[in-house]
């Protein structure tokens, strides 16, 4: 075996089945340790919210973690997020114009401020609405030399407002130039609408796990095949299955 860059989704994605977890944690932590793959998570919450999963879930200690959809990413033992990315998804970001703009648009609904981080700002929306709002709101921005996109999980549920050149792909796209893996030595996985971006933009193998929402299913449906695999198990047992495709796991 060699090491590998290992990016998953916490949410519906690692965590789930407790019983596949214990299975995939075992076997992780001897991938770490025997040949130095690296661990890392990425995720919507932000990082009070992951500091509350980890309480409550056995999950192994990150080497990277990737939180509030990859706009602070955070390395063990140090509480500062990673200084060059902020730097670099704070050009055409002002979150006091966009928490001023969408206050206009009724479909958007703050969500409360544990969900809210420098660089994110969540709402829930209304599904009808939602086609309309997110190019109008889009538009307003831009004319105020704002760079966001929208990100909606969920079903169309939740928004989330990100810089333009942040989110779970780039940042887990700047990790694995850092810590200099290529693409065959990278997976990722996820089950929702903000693991897109990483499904959509990142050539390395994919695990989709079984439980995935309808946004990634449709989307997966209608693309191109790529190097990725629908599992038919649910969370962490769907990712040990998809590992075992690509041939990173012998179950
Ligand atoms: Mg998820």
Redesign the pocket.
């Known amino acids: 075996m060699a090491k590998f860059l290992f990016v998953t989704?916490?949410?519906?994605?690692l965590v789930g089945d407790d019983v596949a977890l214990n299975k995939l944690n075992q076997w992780l932590h001897e991938q770490r340790q025997n040949y130095g793959t690296v661990i890392a998570y990425t995720t919507g919450r932000s990082l009070p919210l992951y500091q509350e999963l980890i309480a409550q879930k056995e999950l192994l200690e990150p080497d990277i973690l990737m939180v509030a959809v990859g706009t602070e990413i955070y390395y063990p033992g140090n509480n500062n997020p990673d200084d060059e990315w902020q730097t670099k998804i704070s050009q055409y970001w002002n979150r006091e114009i966009i928490l001023e703009v969408a206050k206009r648009f009724p479909c958007l609904v703050l969500q409360p401020s544990t969900e809210q981080t420098a660089f994110k700002v969540t709402y829930y929306t209304c599904l009808d609405g939602l086609s309309v709002t997110v190019p109008h709101l889009k538009a307003i921005l831009q004319n105020q030399g704002i760079a966001v996109q929208m990100v909606d999980s969920y079903d169309g549920g939740f928004l989330d407002i990100l810089p333009a050149s942040a989110n779970k792909a780039s940042a887990a796209i700047f990790v694995q130039q850092r810590l200099g893996f290529t693409d065959e030595q990278t997976v990722i996985c996820?089950?929702?609408g903000n693991?897109l971006s990483m499904f959509q933009n990142m050539l390395c193998p994919a695990i989709i796990v079984g439980n995935a929402r309808s946004e990634i299913l449709n989307w997966h449906k209608n693309s191109p095949p790529g190097k990725r695999y629908l599992a038919k198990g649910n969370f962490a047992a769907g990712i040990l299955e998809g590992l075992e495709y690509f041939g990173f796991y012998r179950g």
């Open positions: 989704d916490l949410d519906h994605t996820g089950d929702s693991d």
